[in-house]
């Protein structure tokens, strides 16, 4: 089992009890402050015999020297310390805290030679830490960690040492809300489908009340009076009404308008109709990684305060295959009027989000709107699972997001849109239909949406390959990722605040 750490701050002091985790450098340098916990002797001895070379989260833990109160000291590499970006404090942090176990009282000396670590990092490190700490362990029964005692692991007190530690405390109080919005959204991700429907997703988001955010909740007799046949369509197959949940953070005065945030939403996605094959099925709980992306984010910023407007809407609805199950060859009339001849109902993310993407520009009219969906298998054929692929009809818009991707390492790749993708989606039957030919699926899926968004600024994020089942890292161990809400809550902070 495993808990998260209780993380606090204070200024560099000697470490004399519980363990210790030290930094160092590329070639085994360290930090002054590192040197005085065991003395520069034994510290460098230790480095030495065990051939640690500091290289970026890497770690060795070893048992104290004797002649000290010290349990444990953990060494954790930080490379060149001149390189460090804010996503290496995440892996640094992410990797010192895999190595604590059941230790009850750390000490982590945050220094480095030559280097002065910003308020900024250390807030990464500490955030990196709490992520690395999540489990999804709830339906675990025998709350056993392995070692047949039944210890919490990372349930410890630590204390980082810093040299400025108020200035820590502030930067953290941040990163401590955006750690809550990234735990969130994997909480959504990793819970079956059984357990989350549209209901009770929709009552996840109205917990958000709590944080003096707006929610809205709109049933399927509100959806069907506005005309979202598009959206209905998906979830006609489901014994489980789709909702539509609609939050507001006004963190900025005035009638500023808002920045919009837009999810795809399907709690569990079989393919209705043109079912899926069974092999990783199961996978199509997490179809609603965009929807808990953005719930996660509005978590983030109501949490911190952030100032600025902005609106969450997702569309969440279960895509299965009763006797009402839309069929292909159906044609459905969107809210925006415009027709869909559903070729294919398991291209049904796209439909969710045409209407939520409408309904999002004509009721808000904000500055731009960004939308979030495990959208394409295409994607994933196309860039992996190391960066989610990015459209966009705005530069701008294009080139912040790509720039808080790189920053927080939740990277993205931008991907074209044109006239001659779009043509791909014409027939003759309707307004358009909703798959294209064999080749350029995730661009098709694009071209989809834009026709819904008017001339809005507006990029759509094709999370498929990152969202869940993405590699584990030092900051990550569980299937879902929670990925966007670190990307959007830095893309906020970088340009939409204040
Ligand atoms: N939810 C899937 C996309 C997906 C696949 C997400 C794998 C995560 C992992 C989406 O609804 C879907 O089924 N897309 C189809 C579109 C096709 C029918 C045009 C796909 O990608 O195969
Ligand atoms: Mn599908
Ligand atoms: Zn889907």
Same mark, same amino acid.
């Given at each position: 089992m495993s808990k998260r750490p209780s993380i606090s701050f204070a200024k560099f002091a000697a470490v004399e009890s519980g363990t210790a985790i030290l930094l160092v450098a590329a070639e085994g340098k360290v930090a002054a402050e590192a040197e005085s916990v065991v003395g520069p002797a034994l510290l460098s001895r230790i480095i030495d015999v065990s051939e640690f070379k500091g290289k970026l989260a890497a770690t060795l833990s070893t048992i104290a020297p004797a002649g000290t109160e010290l349990e444990r000291v953990i060494l954790a590499g930080a490379g060149d310390p001149a390189k460090l970006n804010g996503d290496d404090w995440l892996k640094i942090g992410g990797a010192a805290l895999s190595k604590i176990g059941t230790a009850k009282n750390v000490a982590v000396v945050l220094a480095l030679p030559g280097a002065g670590i910003t308020a900024e990092n250390a807030a990464e490190f500490a955030l990196g830490m709490l992520l690395r700490s999540y489990t999804?362990?709830?339906?675990?029964?025998?709350?056993d960690n392995g070692d047949g005692e039944k210890q919490e692991k990372f349930a410890a007190k630590i204390t980082i040492h810093v040299a400025d530690p108020q200035a820590a405390k502030k930067a953290f109080a941040n990163a401590e809300a955006v750690a809550e919005g990234v735990i969130l959204a994997r909480d959504l991700v990793n819970e079956p489908a059984n357990i989350l429907g549209p209901v009770e997703f929709a009552e996840r988001v109205e917990e958000l009340k709590k944080l003096d955010v707006r929610v809205e909740i709109l049933t399927e007799k509100d959806m069907k009076k506005l005309g979202m046949g598009s959206l209905l369509g998906v979830a006609q197959g489901s014994v489980r009404p789709a909702r539509l949940a609609v939050m507001e953070w006004h963190g900025a005065k005035g009638k500023d308008k808002p920045i919009a945030f837009v999810g795809k939403g399907v709690t569990f996605d079989s393919g209705g +109709?043109?079912?899926?094959?069974?092999?990783? /099925?199961?996978? /199509?709980?997490?179809? /609603?990684?965009?929807?808990a992306a953005v719930t996660g984010l509005i978590h983030a910023l109501a949490s911190r305060k952030a100032k600025v407007n902005v609106v969450g809407i997702i569309g969440i609805v279960e895509n299965m295959i009763n006797g009402d199950a839309q069929r292909p060859g159906d044609i459905v009339t969107s809210m925006s009027g415009q027709t869909i001849e559903v070729l294919n109902t398991d291209a049904?993310? =796209?439909?969710?989000?045409?209407?939520?993407?409408?309904?999002?520009?004509? =009721?808000?009219?904000?500055?731009? /709107? +960004?939308?979030l969906a495990t959208l394409t298998g295409a994607i994933m054929v196309a860039l992996g699972v190391y960066r989610a692929g990015l459209f966009s009809n705005d530069d701008v818009l294009a080139g912040q997001l790509f720039d808080a991707g790189q920053a927080t390492g939740e990277k993205l790749w931008r991907m074209p849109l044109g006239d001659e993708y779009d043509k791909l989606i014409d027939t003759k039957?309707?307004?358009?239909?909703?798959?294209?030919? =064999?080749?350029?699926g995730a661009i098709i899926a694009a071209q989809f949406l834009q026709r819904f968004v008017g001339g809005t600024p507006w990029a759509h994020l094709d999370v498929a390959g990152t969202a869940m089942g993405s590699p584990a890292t030092e900051y990550n161990q569980s299937w879902a990722s929670g990925f966007g809400v670190r990307l959007l809550d830095r893309l906020v902070r970088d340009h939409f605040e204040g």
């Amino acid at each position: 089992m495993s808990k998260r750490p209780s993380i606090s701050f204070a200024k560099f002091a000697a470490v004399e009890s519980g363990t210790a985790i030290l930094l160092v450098a590329a070639e085994g340098k360290v930090a002054a402050e590192a040197e005085s916990v065991v003395g520069p002797a034994l510290l460098s001895r230790i480095i030495d015999v065990s051939e640690f070379k500091g290289k970026l989260a890497a770690t060795l833990s070893t048992i104290a020297p004797a002649g000290t109160e010290l349990e444990r000291v953990i060494l954790a590499g930080a490379g060149d310390p001149a390189k460090l970006n804010g996503d290496d404090w995440l892996k640094i942090g992410g990797a010192a805290l895999s190595k604590i176990g059941t230790a009850k009282n750390v000490a982590v000396v945050l220094a480095l030679p030559g280097a002065g670590i910003t308020a900024e990092n250390a807030a990464e490190f500490a955030l990196g830490m709490l992520l690395r700490s999540y489990t999804f362990d709830k339906y675990k029964t025998k709350k056993d960690n392995g070692d047949g005692e039944k210890q919490e692991k990372f349930a410890a007190k630590i204390t980082i040492h810093v040299a400025d530690p108020q200035a820590a405390k502030k930067a953290f109080a941040n990163a401590e809300a955006v750690a809550e919005g990234v735990i969130l959204a994997r909480d959504l991700v990793n819970e079956p489908a059984n357990i989350l429907g549209p209901v009770e997703f929709a009552e996840r988001v109205e917990e958000l009340k709590k944080l003096d955010v707006r929610v809205e909740i709109l049933t399927e007799k509100d959806m069907k009076k506005l005309g979202m046949g598009s959206l209905l369509g998906v979830a006609q197959g489901s014994v489980r009404p789709a909702r539509l949940a609609v939050m507001e953070w006004h963190g900025a005065k005035g009638k500023d308008k808002p920045i919009a945030f837009v999810g795809k939403g399907v709690t569990f996605d079989s393919g209705g +109709i043109s079912i899926k094959p069974a092999a990783g /099925m199961d996978e /199509m709980k997490g179809d /609603m990684g965009g929807a808990a992306a953005v719930t996660g984010l509005i978590h983030a910023l109501a949490s911190r305060k952030a100032k600025v407007n902005v609106v969450g809407i997702i569309g969440i609805v279960e895509n299965m295959i009763n006797g009402d199950a839309q069929r292909p060859g159906d044609i459905v009339t969107s809210m925006s009027g415009q027709t869909i001849e559903v070729l294919n109902t398991d291209a049904e993310g =796209r439909l969710v989000l045409a209407d939520a993407l409408y309904y999002c520009n004509e =009721r808000f009219n904000p500055k731009f /709107m +960004i939308n979030l969906a495990t959208l394409t298998g295409a994607i994933m054929v196309a860039l992996g699972v190391y960066r989610a692929g990015l459209f966009s009809n705005d530069d701008v818009l294009a080139g912040q997001l790509f720039d808080a991707g790189q920053a927080t390492g939740e990277k993205l790749w931008r991907m074209p849109l044109g006239d001659e993708y779009d043509k791909l989606i014409d027939t003759k039957n309707a307004d358009m239909k909703n798959i294209g030919g =064999r080749h350029g699926g995730a661009i098709i899926a694009a071209q989809f949406l834009q026709r819904f968004v008017g001339g809005t600024p507006w990029a759509h994020l094709d999370v498929a390959g990152t969202a869940m089942g993405s590699p584990a890292t030092e900051y990550n161990q569980s299937w879902a990722s929670g990925f966007g809400v670190r990307l959007l809550d830095r893309l906020v902070r970088d340009h939409f605040e204040g």
